[in-house]
């Protein structure tokens, strides 16, 4: 397939979250020309861990940033799930050796912020535009324009709503049942730590030296931590994910204001006395609410000329496994998809496409991690009993070599990751391009074709 587009577009992202730069850097890249519009200084200093599974680290490697994401990256090696209280080890997932060369791509941990600024370098190097401290207040859809604080118009062919869970865009797009969902009963808390403080306690060293993304169940609620690197020092840091019940106490919609540790607030008495020490080690906690939606009909307006991406398209449970996978697979299916050779008049049409091939995929990801963020957060009873003993009675054939394990097992315990790590964003438009690419070829057929359902 091609890698750039016949014809030249003018962009403008609204939003430099990494879903915005991301598409930013991807659609630069395949011949056009974008502005990123956004309302802070630029700055990310973010030192948040994120996880990028094999389906967003195969998309890292293919856009040349494979290199680059090693220095700053750790490789996962197995999932250890443990109860909160004791600290037993309940059960493992293991990244078999032979699984992953399968998915061609490793399950990584890196920071928020080292992710974030990486596209941004590139994306500047490639020729992107942009303008911090602007931001935007509104958008006429029918003309392509995007209206900034302070007056400004600012116009192009296709403006991408970038901008997060309180998107401006997503109101323009979806309307009012756009900005309403339902608050979530939990909290997630974000903490992070440096491991040369860690490793001044005996008892904590193990935690950072093993690549293993480890897991704390607790009574209605949970911890889970991993390594991560800084970018700017590049020494190791532990980052912290808690899940917590809210007790009726609203949080921000924001990972931007740390707050004095509070040990109540985070159920510390749930988790053992290893884990508490851990955590007291921390001066801040960043909690960050959640509002659930249901997924959006529409994530592209019927202007065919504003579109949503990330957050804005499909807000996620803070902190979950695929958060920045579901956003580099949409820059990747945007960027894919504005690189065919379609004529401009068929804008509309690639932007139905995109919104086609990702809406049942994030759809099915968004349900996917509130289950198993509820799963780890069972209160005591007999789901959680029957939970754990189903990791305890699993945990023997989980260490088996995968050769060796059992093909009923493999299956009922890897069926839903393969088919979150083994999707590919960009054989999705190819299978797409495969069935409508004759069709967008012959320009008096296209629309009517499409239109119809392939149907004349």
């Given at each position: 397939?091609?890698?750039?587009?016949?014809?030249?577009?003018?962009?403008?992202?609204?939003?430099?979250?990494?879903?915005?730069?991301?598409?930013?850097?991807?659609?630069?890249?395949?011949?056009?020309?974008?502005?990123?519009?956004?309302?802070?200084?630029?700055?990310?200093?973010?030192?948040?861990?994120?996880?990028?599974?094999?389906?967003?680290?195969?998309?890292?490697?293919?856009?040349?940033?494979?290199?680059a994401i090693a220095r700053?990256?750790?490789?996962?090696?197995?999932?250890?799930?443990?109860?909160?209280?004791?600290?037993?080890?309940?059960?493992?997932?293991v990244l078999h050796e032979?699984?992953?060369?399968?998915?061609?791509?490793?399950?990584?941990?890196?920071?928020?912020?080292?992710?974030?600024?990486?596209?941004?370098?590139?994306?500047?190097?490639?020729?992107?535009?942009?303008?911090?401290?602007?931001?935007?207040?509104?958008?006429?859809?029918?003309?392509?324009?995007?209206?900034?604080?302070?007056?400004?118009?600012?116009?192009?062919?296709?403006?991408?709503?970038?901008?997060?869970?309180?998107?401006?865009?997503?109101?323009?797009?979806?309307?009012?049942?756009?900005?309403?969902?339902?608050?979530?009963?939990?909290?997630?808390?974000?903490?992070?730590?440096?491991?040369?403080?860690?490793?001044?306690?005996?008892?904590?060293?193990?935690?950072?030296?093993?690549?293993?993304?480890?897991?704390?169940?607790?009574?209605?609620?949970?911890?889970?931590?991993?390594?991560?690197?800084?970018?700017?020092?590049?020494?190791?840091?532990?980052?912290?994910?808690?899940?917590?019940?809210?007790?009726?106490?609203?949080?921000?919609?924001?990972?931007?204001?740390?707050?004095?540790?509070?040990?109540?607030?985070?159920?510390?008495?749930?988790?053992?006395?290893?884990?508490?020490?851990?955590?007291?080690?921390?001066?801040?906690?960043?909690?960050?609410?959640?509002?659930?939606?249901?997924p959006f009909d529409n994530?592209?307006?019927?202007?065919?000329?504003?579109?949503?991406?990330?957050?804005?398209?499909?807000?996620?449970?803070?902190?979950?496994?695929?958060?920045?996978?579901?956003?580099?697979?949409?820059?990747?299916?945007?960027?894919?998809?504005?690189?065919?050779?379609?004529?401009?008049?068929?804008?509309?049409?690639?932007?139905?496409?995109?919104?086609?091939?990702?809406?049942?995929?994030?759809?099915?990801?968004?349900?996917?991690?509130?289950?198993?963020?509820?799963?780890?957060?069972?209160?005591?009873?007999?789901?959680?009993?029957?939970?754990?003993?189903?990791?305890?009675?699993?945990?023997?054939?989980?260490?088996?070599?995968?050769?060796?394990?059992?093909?009923?097992?493999?299956?009922?315990?890897?069926?839903?990751?393969?088919?979150?790590?083994?999707?590919?964003?960009?054989?999705?438009?190819?299978?797409?391009?495969?069935?409508?690419?004759?069709?967008?070829?012959?320009?008096?057929?296209?629309?009517?074709?499409?239109?119809?359902?392939?149907?004349?």
């Open positions: 397939m091609p890698r750039r587009a016949s014809q030249m577009l003018r962009f403008i992202v609204v939003g430099g979250s990494i879903a915005g730069v991301a598409c930013a850097y991807a659609l630069q890249e395949a011949g056009h020309q974008v502005l990123v519009v956004e309302q802070g200084d630029g700055r990310c200093n973010s030192h948040g861990g994120i996880r990028s599974p094999p389906n967003m680290t195969r998309l890292l490697n293919h856009w040349g940033l494979g290199p700053v990256s750790i490789k996962a090696n197995r999932f250890t799930f443990r109860d909160g209280k004791s600290g037993e080890e309940l059960g493992p997932l032979k699984l992953m060369k399968a998915f061609a791509a490793d399950f990584l941990y890196m920071q928020h912020g080292a992710l974030h600024a990486m596209f941004v370098e590139f994306a500047k190097s490639a020729g992107v535009q942009f303008r911090y401290n602007t931001e935007v207040v509104s958008v006429d859809p029918w003309k392509g324009v995007v209206i900034t604080r302070k007056g400004a118009k600012l116009s192009a062919d296709v403006i991408i709503g970038a901008d997060g869970y309180r998107s401006v865009v997503r109101r323009v797009v979806v309307g009012p049942e756009g900005m309403k969902g339902v608050l979530d009963k939990r909290v997630s808390v974000n903490i992070t730590l440096p491991t040369d403080l860690i490793r001044q306690h005996k008892d904590l060293v193990k935690l950072t030296a093993s690549p293993e993304w480890t897991l704390w169940l607790g009574d209605d609620c949970a911890m889970h931590g991993l390594l991560t690197i800084d970018p700017k020092s590049f020494k190791r840091e532990y980052a912290i994910v808690m899940h917590v019940p809210t007790d009726g106490k609203p949080a921000q919609n924001s990972w931007e204001r740390p707050q004095p540790l509070d040990e109540k607030f985070l159920k510390l008495e749930c988790f053992e006395p290893r884990i508490q020490k851990l955590v007291r080690l921390a001066q801040t906690m960043t909690p960050t609410g959640h509002t659930i939606y249901e994530w592209v307006h019927e202007s065919g000329r504003v579109v949503l991406v990330g957050e804005a398209a499909h807000p996620l449970m803070p902190n979950g496994s695929h958060n920045a996978a579901m956003s580099i697979e949409d820059a990747m299916t945007l960027s894919t998809l504005f690189s065919l050779p379609a004529a401009k008049s068929h804008t509309s049409v690639l932007l139905s496409a995109y919104e086609e091939l990702r809406q049942p995929r994030c759809a099915a990801t968004q349900a996917s991690e509130l289950r198993k963020r509820n799963f780890i957060c069972l209160p005591l009873g007999p789901e959680q009993q029957a939970r754990d003993d189903g990791l305890r009675n699993a945990r023997v054939r989980a260490l088996l070599d995968w050769d060796e394990a059992e093909e009923e097992f493999l299956r009922d315990t890897w069926e839903e990751y393969i088919d979150l790590f083994d999707f590919d964003a960009r054989e999705a438009v190819e299978d797409w391009w495969t069935k409508w690419g004759p069709a967008i070829s012959r320009p008096r057929m296209a629309d009517s074709r499409i239109e119809n359902g392939g149907e004349v």
